[in-house]
């Protein structure tokens, strides 16, 4: 399968702090990525889908200037949380699309807490 | 509306059991469907996919998956349960790309294994 990472893999920050987690396709290009966030014991919710070139495309309920996100290059999405706080602390989880049936590959996660 | 439900939040089974996950979805169009593993802290790992042809799909570490649309279900199996097949395990539905190219998440099942 396809190759993701992402960096970092866990972070700590303080409460009102940036923090910036990068999605890279280690493989392939990536015209399209997507942004997941997971609670703990629940299930991936998505947060928006990010598209190389262009604005990403947020979920309903999902604060844009919470979460930007940046599609700069072919391979590498990111994700900062600015002003951060405790109750963004979570599991966020990148992937990108790949072949003809848009398949999913997912990166290793970030782990994120906020104190 | 879109939706998969895997009714199993939890299932135990012992060390070289069978395994049979169940999955069911409501999609429109006609679609792609996965099965998705997640050990703690980690990653989703593809174990198998479904979009054309044989309703019965191989996938990795042994599983095997069966689409039968009459029941709009997507099961998986797995004929020898192993001690390291304790995980996570992820339904999702999704479309073609001119369809989003989104996926559609169950809640999960948390598969624990009996020595």
């Known amino acids: 399968g396809a190759v993701v990472s992402q960096h970092p893999s866990r972070v700590i920050c303080k409460s009102g702090t940036s923090v910036k987690i990068e999605c890279r396709s280690l493989?392939?290009?990536?015209?399209?990525m997507f942004w997941y966030r997971q609670f703990p014991k629940k299930s991936l919710m998505l947060m928006a889908t990010?598209?190389?070139?262009?604005?990403?495309?947020?979920e309903q309920g999902v604060e844009k200037d919470k979460f930007l996100i940046n599609h700069a290059s072919l391979t590498l999405s990111t994700l900062t949380v600015t002003s951060a706080h405790p109750e963004d602390s979570s599991f966020y989880i990148c992937?990108?699309?790949?072949?003809?049936?848009?398949?999913?590959?997912f990166g290793p996660g970030t782990r994120l807490l906020v104190l | 509306a879109q939706s998969v439900t895997q009714p199993d939040i939890h299932i135990t089974v012992s060390e070289g059991a069978s395994l049979e996950l169940r999955c069911n979805y409501s999609?429109?169009?006609?679609?792609?469907l996965f099965w998705y593993v997640q050990s703690p802290g980690q990653g989703l790992q593809l174990l198998l996919k479904y979009f054309s042809g044989d309703t019965l799909v191989q996938g990795i570490k042994g599983f095997e998956a069966e689409f039968k649309r009459s029941q709009s279900s997507f099961n998986l199996r797995k004929p020898s349960v192993h001690w390291s097949d304790a995980a996570e395990y992820f339904c999702a539905v999704g479309g073609s790309y001119n369809q989003g190219g989104k996926l559609i998440f169950g809640q999960g099942t948390e598969l624990s294994v009996k020595p």
């Open positions: 493989d392939f290009q990536a015209t399209t």
């Open positions: 992937s990108k699309r790949q072949g003809p049936t848009e398949t999913q590959y």
């Open positions: 990010s598209n190389e070139g262009s604005k990403a495309t947020y």
């Open positions: 999609y429109g169009a006609t679609p792609y």
